[in-house]
């Protein structure tokens, strides 16, 4: 996730456009949480998709007249919008900021970590990365500075180290701050299930917590490992490839995407040929870990499965289906998110809502 200077657009990218609530606080792939020296949270990545569920009776944001509170899974606000911007909860405390300064509240609204940041990230593995001066550092969760600001890029920590860049150069330090892996990455991603994903110059490859590459491939590889398989591609054509770095699902697909609850989006096409394709020449569906195409949908975009059900857009309306494909939530919202905790966020008329996985709306964008 990246902290930017305009949390403005981060917030219309978290809230209104409808982004997996468990994402937010995810180590796992897709998700790259990306801070730097100048920001606030926002999106790093387009394809999100669930990783480790939100925590249990988890309050949500909203947003009233401009101002940011939370509700619980009821649609009661607990904490009272009062903010002038505000963070998903993880690990018990969620960023707020108040005037120009970032700090953390607990679940009962309490400021437990007085707003002094010029920005601030959410808590993984214990640690939040905060902004002082134009550098990274991170606290812990009294709110001490356990690894001083010298950073200019950081992401989360993850498996037990987190990627971090000085001087235009990625490594990795552990929690104490000591530098695990010395900068020398041009990029490094979040450690998911024992190994990262860097490139090196042109060449890009999986390297393990000790920095030595245990795949390197002439595909291209773009993303990090999902329930132990990750997306290639050459050219137009993609597939997956295992732990081992062989080919596990032949390059087929003219898209595909991070496993998800033993499923995985793709999109497939005519043969290749001269000119650009049209959306109408694609089809989206999901396959199993086996490649086979296990729901073939006519739907016009499709996304992860997330607690058994998928969002599907018919047109310009974004609906539910479940793993056999039937529709159970009818297309009608203009964006709509994964499920987590028993909840998405969907978009009408750009306006928020929080529904639970039968189409009820629990928080009505007309909030």
């Not at 134009?134 to 989360?156: A, E, H, M, S, W």
């Not at 030595?212 to 773009?222: A, C, G, N, R």
């Not at 990750?230 to 081992?244: H, L, N, P, Q």
Request: aromatic share 10%.
């Amino acid at each position: 996730m990246i902290l930017t200077s305009n949390k403005k657009f981060v917030q219309i990218i978290l809230i209104f456009l409808g982004i997996s609530l468990s994402a937010l606080i995810s180590c796992s792939p897709p998700e790259q949480r990306l801070i730097s020296n100048n920001s606030l949270e926002s999106v790093d990545s387009p394809n999100l998709s669930p990783g480790e569920s939100q925590e249990t009776n988890q309050l949500l944001p909203i947003i009233q007249r401009d101002k940011y509170g939370y509700i619980n899974s009821t649609g009661q606000i607990i904490v009272k919008p009062q903010f002038e911007e505000a963070g998903f909860f993880s690990e018990g405390l969620a960023w707020v900021r108040i005037g120009d300064k970032s700090g953390f509240i607990d679940t009962t609204g309490q400021i437990i970590i007085e707003p002094q940041f010029d920005s601030a990230s959410s808590f993984s593995e214990g640690l939040a990365a905060v902004g002082i001066g134009g550098k990274i550092g991170y606290i812990n969760k009294t709110g001490k500075l356990v690894i001083p600001p010298q950073f200019d890029t950081t992401y989360r920590f993850c498996e037990g180290l987190a990627s971090v860049a000085i001087n235009g150069k990625w490594g990795y330090i552990d929690k104490t701050g000591k530098i695990i892996i010395q900068p020398q990455f041009h990029k490094a991603r979040d450690f998911s299930e024992g190994l990262a994903l860097v490139r090196l110059g042109k060449q890009s490859g999986y390297i393990d917590q000790r920095g030595q590459f245990v795949i390197e491939s002439p595909l291209s590889l773009d993303r990090s490992f999902s329930e132990g398989l990750a997306v290639v591609r050459s050219g137009v054509e993609w597939g997956y490839i295992d732990k081992t770095g062989q080919i596990a699902i032949d390059l087929q697909f003219r898209q595909a995407f991070d496993f998800s609850e033993g499923l995985a989006v793709v999109v497939t096409g005519p043969p290749v040929r001269e000119g650009p394709l049209e959306m109408a020449d694609l089809t989206w569906g999901y396959v199993d870990k086996t490649g086979q195409m296990v729901i073939k949908t006519e739907f016009d975009e499709v996304k992860d499965f997330s607690e058994g059900l998928a969002a599907v857009a018919v047109g310009e309306k974004w609906g539910y289906i479940n793993k056999s494909g039937q529709i159970i939530i009818e297309p009608q919202f203009d964006f709509a998110s994964e499920f987590s905790q028993g909840l998405a966020w969907v978009t009408i008329d750009s306006k928020p809502g929080y529904i639970d996985n039968t189409g009820r709306y629990i928080w009505t964008p007309a909030n």
